[in-house]
């Protein structure tokens, strides 16, 4: 090995192989394990500097070794470091072989009698490898065949949906445990105490100023009413609260003010509880009742409930008068 490969090249590929090994099994996050924890770094350089002393050491041993034979056994050893290794040698003739070409020698067996202004054609066989690649994609057409037309495997357009519902599943379970990825579009009401309890600290430290603590709005609107400024549902609140209120006399963006997105969405849950509610000191409703246009089967149902009450209230009147 040490006869392959120089210590100019062989210092350096193990070091750099002990260090990719190092990168992969610590779990440095984004940045690269020796700049994360330095202790990789001084690692790292012992490393490199006990590989160093270890190429020194062994030629100094062999030059010393050298030194100490006599001139027969110098001789002997010239010769011996001179020989080709097994390895060269055996793809040496494996490399022959594979070419399938006979020694200059021997091109008179196989020369053609075609003459072309003196150029002599010879009769070589095609060359093992060529024909080795041949047959193995003879064996790999049959089978691919068999696989996919007899036995009707996935396709690839099978395999292509396969892996993407595994990543739509995969994207699902990243957004559980990464809440800051959630926006207006994608946000949910929150009903878990624990987001309640932290929307409720949010707002008291924050929006308690101008909603009040009950919600009943001072600088800022009335929450606790069915009139909203700019749209109501877990949705509009997220952006309002995110993006801020109306140009120039509005709230300030939350957003650009620190809060992260999981926090406006704690936050935007517990607005909505006070719906409902009835605070001390109400302010007077401002904006437009909002009505949830994303939910018209459960207006709907009232509907029909209340025509089937009132029809079935007529047909009692009119009992009772018959």
């Keep these: 090995m040490r006869k392959l490969i120089p210590s100019y090249i062989r210092v ?24 994360e924890n330095p202790v990789v770094m001084v690692f790292l350089l012992l490393v490199l500097l006990i590989l160093i002393a270890i190429e020194g050491i062994v030629g100094a041993m062999e030059n010393l070794l050298y030194q100490s034979l006599d001139e027969e056994g110098r001789a002997r050893y010239d010769s011996k470091q001179a020989e080709p290794s097994k390895l060269i040698l055996w793809i040496k003739n494996a490399y022959k072989k594979l070419l399938g070409t006979k020694p200059i020698e021997e091109e008179g067996e196989i020369i053609l009698d075609h003459n072309y202004d003196g150029i002599k054609e010879l009769d070589n066989n ?9 047959y193995i994609t003879i064996i790999f057409g049959v089978i691919y065949m068999i ?3 007899v036995f009707n495997a996935d396709d690839q357009f099978a395999e292509y949906e396969i892996e993407y519902a595994e990543a739509q599943r995969a994207i699902e379970e990243y957004k559980k445990n990464a809440k800051d990825l959630v926006d207006f579009n994608t946000v949910e009401l929150l009903t878990d105490a624990s987001d309640l309890k932290a929307g ?21 609107p009335n929450l606790t009413d069915e009139y909203w400024i700019l749209g109501g549902g877990i949705k509009n609140i997220f952006k309002t609260i995110s993006e801020g ?71 009692v009147v009119e009992a009772t008068e018959n």
């Design 126 to 134: 095609l060359p093992p490898w060529w024909v080795y690649s041949f």
């Design 245 to 315: 209120g109306r140009s120039g006399k509005g709230m300030v963006s939350w957003k650009k003010e620190g809060l992260k997105p999981s926090e406006i969405a704690q936050v935007a849950s517990y607005i909505l509880q006070f719906q409902g509610t009835t605070p001390a000191d109400p302010k007077a409703a401002e904006g437009e009742i909002w009505v949830d246009e994303s939910a018209p089967e459960e207006n709907t149902d009232k509907e029909e409930a209340t025509t089937t009450e009132d029809t079935e209230a007529i047909e």
């Design 200 to 220: 409720e600290n949010i707002f008291v430290a924050k929006c308690a100023v101008c909603h009040k603590a009950d919600g009943g709005g001072g600088i800022g």
């Design 12 to 35: 350096p590929l193990i070091f750099f192989i002990i260090a990719g090994l190092t990168e992969y099994f610590l779990d440095s996050g984004d940045q690269p394990a020796f700049m």
């Design 147 to 149: 696989r996919y037309h």
